[in-house]
């Protein structure tokens, strides 16, 4: 009898295990707004990390975040680096890996608190119409195995999905009035 629940303890342990292998173990966010003002001066907006402080809205649920930055701001191998109490907020980095100027700006984001990953996030500007212009804003994640279970009771991409749009619209608000 002992035997017979020990198997049946195995097999419910093993049964996650299992099921991780048949989930996936990366995902993708885009978000876009219309802005009403030209591709030039939106990218030269949206290129400068230190902007994000004003839209992003990870940056924006601690007042007491702490921020330092090195290199120059707006070109490739700058890095802005944050650290909060906050577990939502956490401690990471983020570097401009790639510009191809008024049409992509390629990030990684390094976090290190509360979990360690690393992953890429871009930026596209495209002109639509004559002086709008379409900013898109992307993020690939993914979870390893067997933490991809977590798919299963999280949408990743619903709730990174609602910041990267939260944060376009701040984006637009703000370039809106200049």
């Given at each position: 009898m002992l035997k017979k629940i020990s198997i049946g303890i195995l097999v419910l342990?093993?049964?996650?295990?299992?099921?991780?292998?048949?989930?996936?173990?990366?995902?993708?966010v885009e978000r876009s707004v219309i802005i009403d003002k030209p591709v030039e001066q939106v990218f030269s907006y949206v290129k400068m990390l230190k902007n994000q402080n004003h839209y992003a809205t990870w940056g924006m649920k601690d007042p007491n975040?702490?921020?330092?930055?090195?290199?120059?701001?707006?070109?490739?191998?700058f890095i802005s680096k944050w650290s909060s109490e906050d577990p939502e907020v956490g401690v990471g980095e983020q570097e401009i890996k790639a510009i191809k100027?008024?049409?992509?700006?390629?990030?990684?984001?390094?976090?290190?608190?509360p979990f360690e990953a690393t992953e890429p996030a871009y930026m596209l500007t495209s002109s639509h119409g004559e002086n709008a212009t379409k900013v898109s804003w992307g993020f690939k994640g993914h979870l390893d195995y067997p933490m991809n279970l977590m798919f299963l009771f999280i949408d990743f991409e619903a709730q990174i999905g609602n910041d990267l749009q939260n944060g376009l619209d701040n984006l637009k608000n703000i370039l809106d009035k200049q």
């Open positions: 342990l093993a049964i996650p295990f299992v099921a991780a292998l048949f989930i996936k173990t990366s995902y993708e975040i702490k921020r330092t930055y090195s290199g120059v701001d707006g070109t490739v191998g100027p008024n049409k992509r700006i390629d990030f990684e984001l390094r976090f290190l608190k």
